[in-house]
């Protein structure tokens, strides 16, 4: 009798479904469907735009886990555009950037508070011109299912604020008080490894 009951139970979780796990998604910057875009208030005027045309990372996802969500990118500092080859120039030199000592901008995840749909924030470590501190980003999941090519994509959309400052990025006099917070957002597709 205790034989047939353990071989019922083995037989049980052999055949019952296996537990979703977490899919990782490549952020797909080959096809060009993720994007890195900044924005500064310059003088109180106006509002400057640019954004970072290099970068790679990756993403993991489960609806049934959604806390457990995780993401890490790289960016090229290098690689910043703000449509104005003198201003990328001085972005990229040791007054905002420092590219040739500091070539990457990183983020890494340490929390996820996201519901099933996806939606809600994503807490982790920003290191930018050697300083590394935490930012929170507010997270939307734009959409996912079957690419036409029998792939499996996902998306989302996310924001966040910073204050240059706090990256010992001091630039008040170029840009003014206002134009110290750095609005930053991110907006990836990831395709399914």
Do not use: C
Not at 52 to 78: K, R
Not at 91 to 108: G, I, Q, T
Not at 156 to 163: L, N
């Amino acid at each position: 009798m205790k034989i047939n009951k353990l071989t019922s139970l083995l037989a049980a979780l052999l055949l019952a479904p296996a537990a979703a796990t977490a899919a990782t998604y490549d952020i797909d910057t080959e096809g060009q469907h993720a994007f890195i875009d900044f924005k500064v208030n310059h003088l109180g005027f106006a509002w400057l735009h640019g954004r970072f045309n290099d970068f790679d990372g990756h993403f993991s996802f489960d609806p049934e886990d959604p806390e457990a969500a995780s993401t890490e990118i790289t960016i090229q500092t290098e690689s910043v555009d703000s449509n104005h080859a003198e201003r990328d120039r001085h972005l990229r030199s040791d007054d905002f950037l420092h590219v040739d000592e500091y070539p990457e901008a990183r983020f890494v995840s340490t929390e996820s508070k996201l519901d099933s749909d996806g939606n809600g924030t994503v807490t982790g470590e920003l290191t930018l011109h050697g300083t590394t501190r935490e930012v929170t980003l507010d997270v939307e999941h734009i959409g996912a299912g079957e690419d036409p090519w029998g792939g499996i994509r996902r998306g989302f959309y996310a924001t966040t604020k910073f204050d240059m400052r706090d990256f010992g990025i001091d630039e008040e006099g170029n840009l003014g008080d206002a134009g110290q917070d750095v609005k930053l957002s991110i907006s990836v597709e990831g395709i399914q490894r």
